[in-house]
């Protein structure tokens, strides 16, 4: 069992708000990322990081950034949400090229 | 770029039928293959993967997949489903090109029936 962390799992919000995703891996992965799930899409990725002080931009990224200041730890925040937000946020590591271990997601619903 | 194509959206089928996913991906150059399964209400989870070797893999829960790099191709495969096989099935592929993150087909909604 992957011990992969994310909080909140579900999370309701006005239109304008400054909001934080966050995801807390004790694994020691090098590699964390960030997707975007639509129901019955496919998963985008946002954001990734190979290691501390390390963040690289995904398909998604624009409207988000991200830190990676500690190895276990890989905040995504949205400085301003937009109903568009609307979707689930998935986090994952992974050590180097091999299998990513996903977390239980958040729920975003921004009104 | 890479990009991922499951053939297969919505399939139902009944306990004790075959069952085969179609996935397709196109990059050229050396990829690894992945099988990920998302059970209702669960997390992701890795089914199988890919990465070199014996192009026919196994994964758990009886799941195989065939590597076929000629067809850019990575088929998964089980003789016998179960009513406890109904998932969310999705291909994924990754490279050092995209810094190994995970490019996902559409999936596949798996019903089995009892």
């Known amino acids: 069992e992957a011990d992969i962390y994310q909080t909140p799992r579900y999370l309701v919000i006005g239109t304008g708000k400054k909001i934080t995703l966050e995801c807390s891996q004790t694994?020691?992965?090098?590699?964390m990322y960030w997707y975007q799930q639509d129901p019955g899409m496919e998963l985008h990725l946002i954001h990734y990081?190979?290691?501390?002080?390390?963040?690289e931009k995904g398909d998604l990224s624009s409207e988000s950034t991200v830190s990676r200041i500690r190895t276990e730890h890989f905040p995504l925040t949205l400085e301003s949400a937009r109903p568009s937000h609307t979707s689930q946020y998935l986090c994952?590591?992974?050590?180097?090229?091999?299998?990513?271990?996903f977390g239980p997601g958040t729920r975003l619903t921004v009104l | 770029a890479q990009s991922v194509s499951q053939h297969n959206h919505h399939v139902i089928l009944s306990e004790a039928a075959s069952l085969e996913l179609g996935c397709n991906y196109s990059?050229?150059?050396?990829?690894?293959l992945f099988w990920y399964v998302q059970y209702p209400g669960q997390h992701l989870q890795l089914l199988l993967k890919?990465?070199?070797?014996?192009?026919l893999v196994k994964g758990i829960k009886g799941f195989e997949a065939e590597f076929i790099k000629s067809k850019f191709s990575f088929n998964l495969r089980k003789p016998s489903v179960q009513w406890s096989d109904t998932a969310e099935y999705f291909c994924?592929?990754?490279?050092?090109?995209?810094?190994?993150?995970?490019?996902f087909g559409k999936g596949t909604s798996l019903l089995v029936t009892p």
């Open positions: 994952a590591s992974s050590e180097g090229a091999d299998t990513q271990y």
């Open positions: 694994m020691g992965h090098d590699k």
């Open positions: 990081s190979y290691g501390v002080n390390s963040t």
């Open positions: 990059y050229g150059g050396t990829v690894n």
């Open positions: 890919y990465f070199s070797g014996d192009p």
């Open positions: 994924a592929v990754n490279s050092s090109n995209s810094g190994y993150a995970l490019n």
